[in-house]
């Protein structure tokens, strides 16, 4: 009886030949350097410390998640090697009022306005290790207390959201389209969420309806 010659298995390719017939991998962009974020906090209203103890913790600590978080949005931060300055100023419903009045034509106070202060020509021009200044934040208690209260939050819960919401501003994000104003609104939701902070927003929220920070 003849012993049938086993099948000759059929030849693999291997693992070497497979990598080189692969197409390239694509390419990672460099990744950037951690920003260096300066916070400075001033009180033009006494009440501030009163009202809210912890201030000094999670303001700035909000500010910086903000900044990191959003970064991508703002040109002029792209391989900053400086700091990166942010003004947070705890004020009033007054002044408040009148910075409203005189910069947005709004004669009344609110939450929180946003001042940028990085154009895009004069941020090109910055050596990499030069200060970004990016911009001032003002917050106005008495609104801040008035809404905590009228959404059933705490008033610390509240501030880290507008100070996260300001910061955003500064950066470029915007809410005058509901496009906009869902992409601000869910960024601020991961960023709060981080912080240990609830969404502040409700499944009823209409982003159409947000007035907010400028």
């Not at 419903?93 to 940028?116: C, H, I, M």
């Not at 919401?165 to 809410?175: A, F, I, K, T």
Request: charged share 25%.
């Amino acid at each position: 009886m003849t012993t049938p010659s086993p099948q000759r298995a059929s030849r693999q390719p291997s693992a070497r030949r497979s990598r080189r017939r692969s197409a390239p991998p694509p390419s990672v962009p460099p990744r950037q350097p951690r920003l260096k974020a300066k916070i400075s906090l001033r009180s033009e209203n006494r009440a501030w410390v009163t009202a809210l103890p912890d201030l000094r913790l999670l303001v700035p600590r909000a500010a910086k998640a903000a900044l990191h978080a959003g970064r991508q949005r703002c040109p002029a931060l792209d391989g900053a090697l400086g700091p990166v300055e942010i003004d947070l100023c705890l004020s009033s419903d007054e002044a408040v009022q009148q910075l409203n009045r005189d910069w947005r034509g709004k004669d009344k106070p609110t939450n929180v306005l946003s001042f940028p202060g990085l154009e895009g020509g004069i941020a090109a021009s910055l050596p990499a290790e030069a200060p970004r200044p990016l911009g001032d934040i003002v917050l106005a208690l008495e609104t801040c207390q008035r809404e905590a209260v009228e959404q059933d939050k705490s008033l610390a819960h509240h501030v880290q959201h507008l100070v996260v919401h300001g910061v955003l501003h500064l950066l470029g994000y915007d809410h005058e389209s509901d496009a906009e104003a869902k992409a601000m609104e869910a960024l601020e939701v991961s960023v709060l969420a981080g912080l240990g902070v609830p969404d502040p927003y409700g499944p009823d929220h209409d982003p159409a309806e947000e007035e907010g920070a400028r």
